[in-house]
Structures are given as structure tokens and as C-alpha cells.
């Protein structure tokens, strides 16, 4: 069997690290409490993987800028995607975590800007665009379909044998 090269080598002894930490520690589960001081209910797991799919679907990557954090192989999305996850378990509304993300990275972070102020422009320019454009096709299919009168007088007047 051949040695691993010194960069796979490192990569499975890092790993080894993590996993040897991750199960020495002992397993908790956040929680946090309402103003009354009772805990909050904890949410099944399928439900906080549902909300941070969802919602890590619909923040920016900083790193890879096209992606969400969902679709981003990233280490800073990876992280981010666990802070969100940790969050929802906390027992956060979708706001609550949105706005955490808004707070530090600003509007950019969001995938789908808000319809207000100039980000408006970018869900009304593309239907306005598309409406010119119907407006240019239709009058020029209408100059297009509509009989010239100076082309029918010259040939429709005259015969062929003539």
C-alpha cells in the first residue's frame, strides 16, 4: 500500500482531530428561554433542517456571490449554514435570523433584494423592458402585414400582354 501524500495526509489527520473532539464533548442541546422564563419548546430535527435549508437557501454565499449558502461548497457558507441551523434550534424566528445576516453583511447577503427604493428598479425594469419590446414587435408586424399603396398601383393597373 502506498503512502498518502503530505496534503490528503494532513486533510484525514485534521478530520480524525475533529471527529476525536466532536465525540469527547458531550451532547447538548441548546435552548433558549421566553420572557416569561419557561424554556422554549425544542423543535424536532426535521423541522430545523427544513428552516435552514430554507432559509440558508435564500442568503448570498460572500465567497462564490452566485450561490446561496445552501448550494455553496464554501467553508465560510458551511459555517454560516451551522450558525443558522444553531439559531433556528435556539428557537429564533426566520426574521430574527435574517436579520442577524442583514446586520452584519447588509443588503447584499439577501438573494432576492427587497422590493423598496432603488431595488425596486430591479423588478420593474425587466417587465418594462419586456413590455417596449412587445410594443416594438407589435407596430412592426403591423407595418409589416399592412398592403403598400404605392406597390399595388404600379403592378395591379397593368396587364401582362398589354
Known sequence: MT????????????????????ASLPAQQPRSADPAGRAAPALPDSVVEA?????????RCPVCQGLSIQDSPSELAQQMRALIKSQVAEGKSDAEVRGYFLSKYGE??????????????AYL????????????????????????????????????GA
Open 108 to 121: 447584499f447577503i439577501l438573494l432576492e433584494p427587497r422590493a423598496r427604493g432603488f431595488n425596486l428598479l
Open 125 to 160: 425594469l425587466p417587465a418594462a423592458i419586456l413590455a417596449l419590446g412587445g410594443v416594438i414587435v407589435a407596430l412592426n408586424v403591423r407595418r409589416w402585414t399592412r398592403p403598400s399603396g404605392g406597390a399595388g398601383a404600379q403592378t395591379g393597373g397593368s396587364s401582362p
Open 3 to 22: 503512502a498518502l501524500p503530505p496534503l490528503r495526509r494532513a486533510r484525514w489527520l485534521r478530520l480524525a482531530g475533529i471527529l476525536l473532539v466532536g
Open 51 to 59: 428552516r435552514t435549508t430554507a432559509l440558508a437557501g435564500s442568503l
